[in-house]
Every structure is written in structure tokens, then in C-alpha cells.
């Protein structure tokens, strides 16, 4: 089964850069690596997705390094309203998603 | 923007009752998926629909969980009879595509709370 490692919380100030790695041991050729996004008492939201390299959108950053077996979230800029459950999981060579605890980002005025 | 809609918002219910749970996907969306999220977990997926066929139902507890997607558009989860475990978020998604690539989006979830 498709397993992640992130870190349980993180806290960060309004206006930082907030960076949350996931590792992968096992991701496999064909998995890409997709983050979501929850809000207390609402759905995952999708964030990013990507294979290798660098990823980009008008979100957020995803760094994957040419072994793949982590990444990094970045988000530039927090606000309170980033203070979310972040969650890093593989899609690709399986059918389904594989949610883990996710990391409970704290932004702090 | 095109949502996933889930009724009841909020179920609370005496154990041994049945409880049912109600989706209507994102419009055009061939996959349909049922997850429970316990309190401080992530999401559990339970079955996932292509089209009006199960697709995937293994972590489904098959001797009091159902569902159906009876015309392939929106579907019912149900629950006969509920336990106290059973409290947890219902939460539906929809992907346009099948496989795990394509991009999930989820609904607001049923919060069930069994007394």
C-alpha cells in the first residue's frame, strides 16, 4: 500500500514561506504526487500535482527531487486562510487515492 | 463552479438505526467515490463507482454498509444497523476520469453521530 510521511503540524506567521516535505520511500514509475487541502468540516481540496522537478501553479510549489521518493509543498506568502490539513498521497499506478494524516498547518497572526 | 452535493449535512442517530446518506456528483463525472474520515484521520475510501458499476468496494463493511449508483448519476450510502464506531464524516467525490490521476472534488460531507 502507498505509504507517505509527513510531519504531524507545523506553525508559521502570516507572510512566510511555509515548505511541508513529504517522503515516499515506495512511490512507484508511474505514481505522480498530488497534495489536498482540507478545511475543518469540509472536503479535500486539490491543490498540485506533479511528477519530477518543479511544479508551479497560482498556488502553491512542488519541488521533486530526481529520486522522487520526497517532495516539498511550498507556499509563498501564508495567510490565516492557509491554516488547513495538508495531505501528500500518490495517484497514478493505483486506482485509488491513499489519504495519511496529512499535516495540520497552524498560521499565526 | 460546478460542486458535489451531500445531504444530510448532519445525522445523529440512536444505534441499530439506519441511516442513509445521499450525493449528486459534479455533472459528467463517470467516477464517484465514498470515503469516511474519522476525527484527526485522513479520508478512508469505502467504494468507488464507474459509472453505475462498483469498481472498488474492499473497505467496505458489506455486513451493515451498502451503496448504489443505480442510473450511474447520484448515489445512497447506507448504514443498517449503525454502531457508535460509525461516527466519523461521510465525505463524497467525483473525478471526471477513473484511476487516481484525475483530479477528485469532494463534497462537504455528512458529519454522522451515533448515540
Known amino acids: 500500500l502507498a505509504k507517505t510521511t509527513q510531519p504531524i503540524s507545523m506553525d508559521s506567521y502570516e507572510g512566510q514561506e511555509v515548505n511541508i516535505t513529504c517522503s515516499h520511500n515506495?512511490?512507484?514509475?508511474?505514481?505522480?504526487i498530488t497534495w489536498y487541502q482540507q478545511f475543518p468540516s469540509q472536503g479535500p481540496r486539490f491543490i498540485i500535482q506533479g511528477y519530477k522537478t518543479k511544479v508551479t501553479n497560482e498556488v502553491a510549489s512542488l519541488f521533486i527531487p530526481a529520486d522522487r521518493k520526497s517532495s516539498t509543498l511550498s507556499l509563498p506568502r501564508v495567510s490565516l486562510s492557509d491554516t488547513a490539513v495538508y495531505y501528500c498521497?500518490?495517484?497514478?499506478?493505483?486506482?485509488?487515492?491513499?489519504f495519511g494524516s496529512g499535516t495540520q498547518l497552524t498560521v499565526l497572526p | 463552479e460546478a460542486e458535489v452535493a451531500q445531504s444530510p449535512r448532519y445525522k445523529i442517530t440512536e444505534k441499530s438505526q439506519a441511516v442513509a446518506f445521499w450525493c449528486d456528483p459534479i455533472s459528467g463525472h463517470a467516477t464517484l467515490y465514498w470515503y469516511r474520515q474519522i476525527l484527526g484521520q485522513g479520508p478512508e475510501l469505502l467504494v468507488q463507482?464507474?459509472?453505475?458499476?462498483?469498481?472498488?468496494d474492499s473497505q467496505l463493511p458489506k455486513d451493515r454498509f451498502s451503496a448504489e449508483r443505480l442510473k450511474g448519476v447520484d448515489s445512497t450510502l447506507k448504514i443498517q444497523p449503525a454502531e457508535l464506531g460509525d461516527s466519523a464524516m461521510y465525505l463524497c467525490?467525483?473525478?471526471f476520469g477513473r484511476g487516481g490521476l484525475d483530479t477528485q472534488y469532494f463534497g462537504p460531507g455528512t458529519r454522522l453521530t451515533v448515540l
Open positions: 467525490a467525483s473525478s
Open positions: 515506495n512511490i512507484a514509475t508511474n505514481d505522480y
Open positions: 463507482f464507474q459509472d453505475e458499476s462498483v469498481v472498488d
Open positions: 498521497l500518490f495517484s497514478g499506478s493505483a486506482r485509488q487515492l491513499t
